[in-house]
């Protein structure tokens, strides 16, 4: 042993001796600099590859590259005035109108004749009878029928608030028997779903999709203690997603859809890692109509142990109908193993009062991962279940009066209707040589491109003509969601898209003051960065 330490001494000697004739070579302030040196180079480095993990190699190379050119002296002046005059085309004259809307309080109230003010403000809204992509579900005049319906029950409990359970127990009963005859419609009578199927109201599809989110990554960390979230959606897969993954500090992987416009799930299974907490399957995807394999991302998500959302918010109160008229209509529900919560919009097809929407669970253990629960504030214990903390009583007393009203033949019937314009659209579409149709869809959304027209000059005819339709990108494409308010009015819709077709096909280029131009380049430009630049600046005018 006493040789062991004799040989490591002297070759600690010789080791400290050889080091500092070694180091002696440099001066002291590069030996205390270096360290600091390889550090920061190791900090970028890992910042670096952090990007590309996310970003990928080709959108890294592009910011760096553009972030580099922006440092040329006079070029980040001239981009910005460049995007300030899209801008100004996307607003069209929109500041120019703001200019005459009040800034402060009259001085003394207008009283009963609010309402005529309202009127002639009112008069200045599009015509939106038959003319837009979803948007009014309902059909016929606001002033009659199921309109008027739902706008009495409404402004019956209007100055009801379901945050006062003890108060209005009346719009407490609503709500719950909204959500069990939504999640009765979703499978949650069904063997294979449990029976502990739950949920709660929402203000639409978008609170929805961000509660199912927050309350999958808080029970995905109390049960595999995920701390650094992912989620994995489809390129088809709603843009809420995005605002979960920003407002939950979640990393969101997207990946492309399959040929037939469907979620695709080999390409999911390869993104999903130990920090998976969540899937996304639509049912139908927003742009195409299209329904995702539910059943297979089930499988997928039961296999990973990790959790499966379907987005129904236009669904909903369709597919179970589709399917009882014949419909071939794939399993979406809680019927499928590996689905853990769903969205469902009341109204959209529900034909209930703007802002309702419910957002279901499998189970309660999943549920309760929603609530927010507060035991140390002064002002007393506090328990919310969703983002809002007062809501509106009105519009859940208008869902409640929707539902019951029309009943599953009411639904039947209506669904009847619009699946039958659906097919008509496709059919009216498929003979016009110059459009095909994206996929093929499964519900009311029909989208439709060309390969030999500009599709967005078309939709630029379409809404001279007072159509207001939806502009899609990958593939450039527009699309129509059918609603009720659609099925008089098919055979116009039919005939100006016809004659738009026509119209660029003998006058290509843009129209003045259409918006294909700015359309057809941000699907082109690759820095994906000045494009979001352009949607921030254009929100932060127009609100």
Not at 358 to 375: E, G, P, S
Not at 424 to 439: A, N, R, S
Not at 486 to 513: C, M, W, Y
Request: proline share 5%; with cysteine; charged share 20%.
């Amino acid at each position: 042993m006493d040789s062991y330490s004799s040989w490591l001494n002297s070759f600690l000697v010789r080791f400290r001796l050889s080091a500092n004739l070694f180091l002696s070579q440099f001066e002291p302030l590069a030996l205390l600099l270096a360290p600091l040196l390889t550090l920061f180079i190791a900090r970028l480095l890992h910042s670096l590859l952090s990007v590309i993990h996310e970003k990928g190699l080709k959108a890294t190379v592009l910011v760096l590259f553009m972030s580099s050119i922006k440092l040329v002296p006079g070029v980040q002046s001239y981009i910005d005035a460049e995007k300030q005059k899209v801008v100004d085309k996307l607003q069209s004259g929109s500041k120019s109108k703001r200019e005459h809307w009040r800034t402060e309080l009259p001085t003394t109230g207008l009283g009963v004749g609010v309402i005529e003010e309202m009127k002639d403000v009112k008069s200045n809204d599009a015509d939106w009878k038959g003319k837009c992509s979803g948007t009014v579900y309902i059909g016929g005049s606001e002033s009659e029928g199921h309109f008027s319906l739902i706008n009495e029950a409404s402004s019956m409990f209007a100055h009801t608030n379901p945050l006062h359970l003890d108060v209005f127990q009346s719009v407490a009963r609503f709500e719950a028997e909204v959500v069990a005859m939504t999640a009765d419609l979703l499978g949650s009578k069904e063997k294979a779903s449990g029976g502990q199927v739950c949920g709660n109201m929402t203000s639409g599809g978008t609170e929805s999709i961000l509660l199912a989110v927050k309350t999958s990554r808080d029970y995905m960390k109390a049960k595999k203690g995920i701390t650094r979230p992912e989620m994995i959606i489809a390129e088809s897969a709603h843009s809420a997603y995005d605002k979960a993954a920003q407002y939950f500090n979640i990393k969101l992987r997207r990946v492309p859809v399959n040929k037939e416009f469907k979620a695709d799930v080999k390409a999911i299974r390869k993104q999903i890692n130990r920090k998976t907490i969540l899937i996304v399957g639509s049912a139908p995807g927003y742009p195409h109509g299209i329904i995702d394999p539910i059943e297979e991302l089930g499988k997928l998500a039961d296999s990973y142990g990790i959790c499966l959302h379907v987005d129904l918010c236009l669904g909903g109160f369709v597919l179970p109908f589709a399917r009882k008229l014949g419909y071939p209509i794939p399993p979406f529900d809680f019927t499928v193993r590996g689905v853990t919560s769903i969205s469902a919009d009341v109204h959209k097809y529900g034909l209930a009062p703007k802002g309702t929407s419910v957002v279901l669970y499998r189970n309660h253990d999943i549920r309760k991962h929603q609530f927010v629960a507060v035991t140390e504030w002064s002002g007393g214990l506090y328990v919310s279940p969703t983002i809002a903390g007062s809501r509106p009583g009105g519009v859940i007393a208008g869902a409640w009066a929707a539902m019951m009203s029309l009943g599953q033949q009411g639904y039947l019937e209506n669904t009847r209707k619009i699946m039958e314009v659906s097919k008509m659209i496709q059919k009216g579409i498929k003979e016009i040589p110059e459009l095909f149709i994206i996929g093929n869809p499964d519900m009311t959304i029909v989208a439709f491109g060309s390969a030999v027209l500009d599709i967005f000059e078309v939709n630029d005819i379409m809404s001279g003509k007072g159509w207001h339709l939806n502009a899609l990108q990958r593939p450039n494409s527009i699309h129509i969601c059918v609603t009720l308010q659609h099925v008089p009015v098919v055979d116009a819709f039919l005939q100006d898209l016809r004659e738009a077709v026509q119209t660029v096909k003998e006058n290509p280029g843009p129209i003045s003051g259409g918006l294909a131009p700015i359309y057809g380049a941000a699907g082109k430009m690759p820095d994906r960065g000045m494009v979001q630049d352009l949607l921030v600046n254009y929100m932060d005018g127009t609100c």
